[in-house]
């Protein structure tokens, strides 16, 4: 995303661009999927003053604003991504713990299914599916 784009969508919301705010996006954006501890890590590479809290709090402005979403990769904290223009699930591998995109549309036959017999519109951005890949099932 554009430093002007997110800055109209900060200001749009009563927010300012501060450095730690950008900081902290572009830490998502260069790790794909992270905890809040890999981000105040990654963050804590280029300003060391950045805070834990100061982490937590931008990860819920910037997930508010819709420019990243969390999902649950563990058993453990969220994992954050950015907002792109595909929505998509995980799958991850409880072996390796890899963790793989897949397109929204590969759901598209379930979430129509959850749809007409059950009257439930699935949010798939937030699905993960655990199981093997073949690398560690071989």
């Given at each position: 995303?554009a430093d002007d784009d997110l800055r109209d ?85 409880r072996t390796c713990r890899r963790v793989t ?13 959850l749809r007409e017999q059950h009257g439930f ?18």
């Open positions: 995303m969508r900060l200001r749009g919301s009563g927010y300012r661009l501060t450095p730690q705010r950008e900081l902290i996006l572009r830490a998502v954006q260069s790790l794909e999927h992270a905890t809040p501890d890999e981000v105040l890590a990654e963050v804590r590479r280029h300003a060391s003053a950045v805070n834990a809290s100061t982490v937590y709090r931008t990860l819920e402005v910037l997930e508010e604003l819709g420019l990243i979403r969390h999902a649950h990769l563990s058993d453990r904290a969220p994992t954050y991504h950015v907002v792109d223009d595909h929505e998509h699930f995980h799958l991850v591998c995109s897949v397109d929204a549309g590969a759901a598209g036959a379930f979430a129509a299914l519109e699935a949010d798939l951005g937030h699905l993960t599916v655990f199981g093997h890949c073949t690398t560690c099932t071989d």
